[in-house]
């Protein structure tokens, strides 16, 4: 008979200690990937498979280390996945130091990927790069950025100037393609490809190489 007396008080301590160990694994989750926003309106639906919040007006949205300030700002997917800013997009990434602007903005927070469109400017202040164009995706897992149309690179005295380019954050390389010219102080590289090594400033030039050394 004692027993069964115990076996009740036995499964209320197992329903509790559950309760609590998946407590605790939510609030590691909630620490671990911080989420939150502001901004003068909100509206939104929470409708299944098309949850969707609008922010308007100030709009500010934190993602672990990514700060976004816009006018509009649009939150879907499940956990708030993706983010598309638009109106004067200002964006800090705080760990390594990179800071941008942009008519509008996507962010995918689970793959950690950025697109801006329109006229986009990319500071990668740590490395003392200032990069323009109008469309950059950059990869925050890989470091790695790809810049197209008009694209321009100013670091000291030197100025890239191509279509299309890959800055290579971690090894500090830029590849350059469309139509890639080169200034360095008072020298002009261009040629079909263009290598930069952001770190020492050597220029690898390949094919129909040309250039303008003045002393």
């Known amino acids: 008979?004692?027993?069964?007396?115990?076996?009740?008080?036995?499964?209320?301590?197992?329903?509790?200690?559950?309760?609590?160990?998946?407590?605790?694994?939510?609030?590691?989750?909630?620490?671990?990937?911080?989420?939150?926003?502001?901004?003068?309106?909100?509206?939104?639906?929470?409708?299944?498979?098309?949850?969707?919040?609008?922010?308007?007006?100030?709009?500010?949205v934190r993602s672990d280390n990514l700060l976004l300030r816009a006018e509009r700002i649009e939150i879907q997917g499940d956990d708030n996945q993706f983010v598309d800013c638009s109106g004067g997009v200002w964006g800090y990434e705080e760990e390594k130091d990179i800071l941008f602007y942009t008519d509008r903005l996507r962010y995918d927070r689970k793959l950690k990927i950025a697109r801006l469109e329109g006229n986009s400017t990319l500071e990668d202040r740590k490395n003392e790069i200032v990069a323009r164009g109008r469309f950059i995706e950059y990869d925050d897992e890989k470091e790695i950025a790809v810049f197209q149309i008009s694209v321009r690179l100013f670091k000291d005295d030197m100025v890239c100037r191509s279509e299309y380019a890959v800055y290579h954050r971690i090894e500090k390389l830029l590849d350059l393609s469309g139509f890639p010219i080169v200034y360095k102080k008072n020298d002009e590289f261009s040629a079909d490809r263009i290598r930069v090594d952001l770190d020492t400033d050597d220029v690898t030039l390949e094919g129909a190489v040309s250039g303008t050394i003045k002393n």
């Open 1 to 60: 008979m004692m027993m069964n007396k115990m076996r009740p008080e036995k499964t209320r301590l197992i329903y509790i200690l559950t309760i609590l160990f998946f407590l605790l694994i939510n609030t590691q989750h909630l620490i671990a990937d911080t989420f939150t926003f502001r901004a003068d309106r909100m509206s939104g639906t929470k409708a299944l498979g098309r949850e969707t919040t609008i922010l308007t007006g100030n709009a500010e």
